[in-house]
């Protein structure tokens, strides 16, 4: 039995019950149940001329398990899902880098109707409820519309008041479903049947997952790589002699799988920037799901999203007393409003610095979100370049904007670091605890700019852009060595990484120019721990105190054994498996 309490049908009169249209995918059919059990009448529209499987299968994870099971479906749902006893990250070759070891809606009342595609919303002059038109001429009439039509949704078009297609990733994907029969003949492949973990192989510019599917009747396996297809097609039958050279020396299983495997299709992988606001002004008309911030689908990011979507609508119209009230209805069709700072507003003034804009004072949570912010919209762009161009290239435009924007980030940080600590200075157990965080943070814009200014033949090709790169490498680490103990940042799960990527920097910018002869002679290969770190310390003084401009002209000219020799000691002591694996390169580079 669940511990999850299941949520019972409510009934409601006819002046409390709202009538609700929204669409078939897992989020529409979601937020129908939701709203069905929170007594309110539901009509589900769907343009396919039937209700049919699409896909091979889902991923359900922690937080959309917990919805499923508040809504009474665990009974159904284990009657055909796989419950895997593991994860398991593995390289390329399939080596382990780590692991992690963990019909409703048509019984509930909901109408639902196919060959219902959707033309036009409009909005009643009053506010108080919308009419949806369909393709076929018919008008139908209700207080709420919910537009869960996916990532190509025409409702989201409709909100928006013009066209909106969906953004390139940069990535396709391979789906296969293989029959497990012919792999349980295989010792190698059996286990992945009579076993089941979740697999995920990752290797250089391509991944792959695998999971069980019908109890184990089914293998479905998807192959991630960089997006090829024309212009115009989202989705083409392809083949497997098309696949094998993209997965050419990988685990050996994986050519085994191809083996077994009579179709494959690709599709494009696409996404949706989030948008500022989802809903009508008056409530009578609002998205979820993919329509409102499709991602990758990766680790079941969107259709666990679209179930967290469809749980919090049917909860907030669950608890309203008298939902047709224009003001009530406004409020619970937005979600309670979206709390200011707004999150895109305040990236977008991020994205555009200059003399005039005011910093806008963030705290800490806001700061750290801001960052990723910045960071994913600099991998967005890095993979756009890569896609449509075949190479980084020099640094473009973007990248020096991007540049500017984590420089202004870096003055509103802190600014709010200094405010702080001055709040703390009475006290010293709170002042360090927000010292080891402010440096694990100051850690990742260095990191940040740094990947920025990475290309391939950075050092020899582009100087100045490998001494920036260098000179946050040395910043990273200068604050590290300044601020911490041991570079102790409590368990701070990134910060093993960013002292990673800084010291293969450092390597890299000052052996790089030196590989032709081995690199610089050095008689401190073995020297004792002490005097690896007064080599460090000198290394990393010399690459701070020089800056961009002088480190331009010292490349290749320091000795980086000392430093190469204390990080790989300590990436030693992290528990993680997977920074040992890093550690491993760093011995090897010494």
Same mark, same amino acid.
């Given at each position: 039995?669940? #511990?999850?309490?299941?949520?019972?049908?409510?009934?409601?009169?006819? !002046?409390?019950?709202?009538?609700?249209?929204?669409?078939?995918?897992?989020?529409?059919?979601?937020?129908?149940?939701?709203?069905?059990?929170?007594?309110?009448?539901?009509?589900?529209?769907?343009?396919?001329?039937?209700?049919?499987?699409?896909?091979?299968?889902?991923?359900?994870?922690?937080?959309?398990? @917990? %919805?499923?099971?508040?809504?009474? &479906?665990?009974?159904? /749902?284990?009657?055909?899902?796989? $419950?895997? #006893?593991?994860?398991? &990250?593995?390289?390329?070759?399939?080596?382990?880098?780590?692991?992690?070891?963990f019909e409703e809606a048509v019984e509930l009342g909901a109408e639902i109707r196919v060959r219902s595609r959707v033309l036009d919303v409009q909005i009643h002059d009053s506010g108080d409820s919308a009419t949806l038109i369909l393709g076929n001429g018919e008008e139908h009439t209700a207080d709420l519309v919910v537009g869960a039509d996916g990532i190509n949704s025409r409702l989201r078009e409709i909100m928006l008041g013009h066209p909106d297609p969906p953004q390139l990733s940069g990535d396709l994907a391979y789906r296969?479903?293989?029959?497990?029969?012919?792999?349980? $003949?295989?010792?190698?492949?059996?286990? +992945?049947?009579?076993?089941?973990?979740?697999?995920?192989?990752?290797? *250089?510019?391509?991944?792959?997952? =695998?999971?069980?599917? @019908?109890?184990?009747?089914?293998?479905? &396996?998807? +192959?991630? %790589?960089?997006?090829?297809?024309?212009?115009?097609?989202?989705? /083409?039958?392809?083949?497997?002699?098309?696949?094998?050279?993209?997965?050419?020396?990988?685990?050996?299983?994986?050519?085994?799988?191809? =083996?077994?495997?009579?179709?494959?299709?690709k599709w494009r992988l696409c996404i949706r920037p989030g948008m500022e606001t989802w809903s009508h002004p008056s409530g009578a008309f609002t998205l979820l799901g993919d329509a409102v911030h499709a991602t990758l689908p990766y680790l079941a990011s969107g259709a666990g999203m679209a179930l967290e979507d469809a749980a919090v609508l049917g909860e907030l119209f669950g608890r309203s007393k008298i939902p047709r009230a224009p003001a009530e209805k406004q409020q619970w069709a937005t979600y309670g409003g979206t709390p200011e700072p707004r999150f895109l507003a305040t990236l977008k003034t991020f994205m555009n610095p200059d003399a005039s804009a005011t910093t806008p004072k963030l705290n800490a949570l806001s700061s750290q979100l801001i960052l990723h912010g910045l960071m994913s919209i600099a991998w967005d762009l890095k993979r756009r370049d890569q896609t449509s161009l075949g190479s980084s290239g020099p640094t473009s435009d973007w990248q020096t904007r991007l540049g500017a924007s984590y420089d202004m980030w870096r003055v509103d940080f802190d600014a709010y670091c200094m405010d702080m600590t001055k709040q703390l200075r009475n006290s010293p157990a709170a002042r360090e605890d927000f010292t080891r965080f402010s440096t694990s943070t100051r850690a990742i814009y260095h990191a940040a700019q740094l990947i920025l200014h990475l290309m391939k033949r950075w050092v020899s090709d582009d100087g100045p852009k490998a001494a920036v790169a260098a000179s946050h490498a040395a910043h990273l680490l200068r604050d590290g060595l300044t601020h911490l103990e041991d570079w102790d940042t409590d368990q701070t799960f990134h910060y093993p990484w960013c002292l990673y990527l800084a010291t293969l920097t #450092?390597?890299?910018?000052? @052996?790089? *120019?030196?590989? !032709?002869?081995?690199?610089?002679?050095?008689?401190?290969?073995?020297? *004792? !721990?002490?005097?690896?770190?007064?080599?460090?310390?000198?290394?990393?003084?010399?690459?701070?105190?020089?800056? *961009? !401009?002088?480190?331009s002209r010292v490349v290749? $000219?320091?000795?980086?054994?000392?430093?190469?020799?204390?990080i790989a000691a300590h990436l030693g002591g992290v528990r993680w498996a997977v920074v040992h694996e890093s550690m491993k390169v760093l011995k090897g580079l010494s």
């Open positions: 039995m669940s #511990s999850i309490p299941i949520k019972q049908q409510r009934q409601r009169t006819n !002046e409390t019950h709202l009538k609700v249209i929204v669409g078939a995918g897992l989020g529409g059919v979601g937020a129908a149940i939701a709203l069905l059990l929170a007594g309110h009448d539901v009509q589900i529209f769907e343009a396919a001329s039937e209700i049919a499987e699409v896909g091979a299968g889902v991923q359900v994870l922690p937080n959309s398990s @917990r %919805v499923l099971q508040s809504w009474g &479906m665990k009974d159904s /749902l284990d009657r055909y899902s796989t $419950k895997p #006893s593991r994860v398991n &990250m593995l390289g390329w070759k399939g080596n382990l880098i780590s692991h992690m070891d296969l479903l293989l029959s497990t029969k012919e792999m349980l $003949k295989d010792p190698e492949l059996a286990s +992945f049947v009579t076993d089941p973990h979740v697999i995920y192989w990752l290797g *250089p510019d391509a991944h792959a997952v =695998n999971y069980v599917l @019908r109890g184990g009747e089914l293998f479905n &396996m998807v +192959f991630l %790589v960089i997006d090829d297809m024309p212009a115009g097609a989202n989705t /083409l039958a392809s083949n497997v002699d098309e696949m094998r050279p993209l997965y050419e020396g990988w685990d050996p299983r994986i050519p085994k799988l191809l =083996n077994l495997c009579e179709s494959v299709y #450092s390597w890299a910018f000052h @052996r790089a *120019p030196n590989d !032709e002869d081995g690199g610089i002679t050095s008689t401190e290969i073995s020297a *004792p !721990e002490k005097r690896n770190d007064r080599s460090m310390n000198a290394l990393v003084s010399s690459m701070t105190s020089a800056g *961009p !401009e002088g480190l290749g $000219k320091l000795d980086t054994r000392g430093l190469v020799h204390v």
